[in-house]
T-cell receptor, first 113, second 110 residues
Framework: DQQVKQNSPSLSVQEGRISILNCDYT??????FLWYKKYPAEGPTFLIS?????DKNEDGRFTVFLNKSAKHLSLHIVPSQPGDSAVYFC????????????FGTGTRLKVLA | ETGVTQSPTHLIKTRGQQVTLRCSSQ?????VSWYQQALGQGPQFIFQ???????GRGNFPPRFSGLQFPNYSSELNVNALELDDSALYLC?????????FGPGTRLLVL
């Protein structure tokens, strides 16, 4: 049973445009959500997170939106840059601060120059 | 640079063998988690250690076991290897609400 789903395995975006990566979850007990970026031959790198008490969190070019009623979160990257090309994982936790995360299957983003 | 290192980077074993994977994190990172990432999947939580004690376990059988040492380095042991154990094994150490991943050990079971 996949509790965290990323239904788009891949996404291509032109440099300078917006990238929108989506994630759905099924467990209503999740209260903390994260996005990680992964380059080949490296471990995932933390990008941005959001607590369930918020609906938006921004960090520079990255914004995460949380829609609790729809059990949906999205990551917006504006403007997209070629260096953003990587696999993006969303992750969720039902126990904030415990670092026990459930990951989605990832979306491969390709930013075209 | 996350400061989390893992060894070895690659490993080939045969079915039924045992394997030990190692992880070294920075001083002060007192929580370490291990994940298994199969091809085309996201990382799956195996277990977590906090101050040398197991602190939660995912849906993995007992032949997956671990240790955390006083210097916060950690080991993942897998006994009686099966073909499906072929995957990238990631360790992650945690500090101030952020989890830092190592580059992983790629295990191939033949």
């Amino acid at each position: 049973d996949q509790q965290v789903k990323q239904n788009s395995p891949s996404l291509s975006v032109q440099e300078g445009r917006i990238s929108i990566l989506n994630c759905d979850y099924t467990n209503s007990m999740f209260d903390y959500f994260l996005w990680y970026k992964k380059y080949p031959a490296e471990g995932p790198t933390f990008l941005i997170s959001i607590s369930s008490i918020k609906d938006k969190n921004e960090d520079g070019r990255f914004t995460v939106f949380l829609n609790k009623s729809a059990k949906h979160l999205s990551l917006h990257i504006v403007p997209s840059q070629p260096g953003d090309s990587a696999v993006y994982f969303c992750a969720a936790s039902a126990q904030t601060g415990t670092y026990k995360y459930i990951f989605g299957t990832g979306t491969r983003l390709k930013v075209l120059a | 640079e996350t400061g989390v290192t893992q060894s070895p980077t690659h490993l080939i074993k045969t079915r039924g063998q045992q394997v030990t994977l190692r992880c070294s994190s920075q001083s002060g990172h007192n929580t370490v988690s291990w994940y298994q990432q199969a091809l085309g999947q996201g990382p799956q939580f195996i277990f977590q250690y906090y101050r040398e004690e197991e602190n939660g376990r995912g849906n993995f059988p007992p032949r997956f076991s671990g240790l955390q040492f006083p210097n916060y380095s950690s080991e993942l042991n897998v006994n009686a290897l099966e073909l499906d154990d072929s995957a990238l094994y990631l360790c992650a150490s945690s500090y101030q609400e952020t989890q830092y991943f190592g580059p992983g050990t790629r295990l191939l079971v033949l």
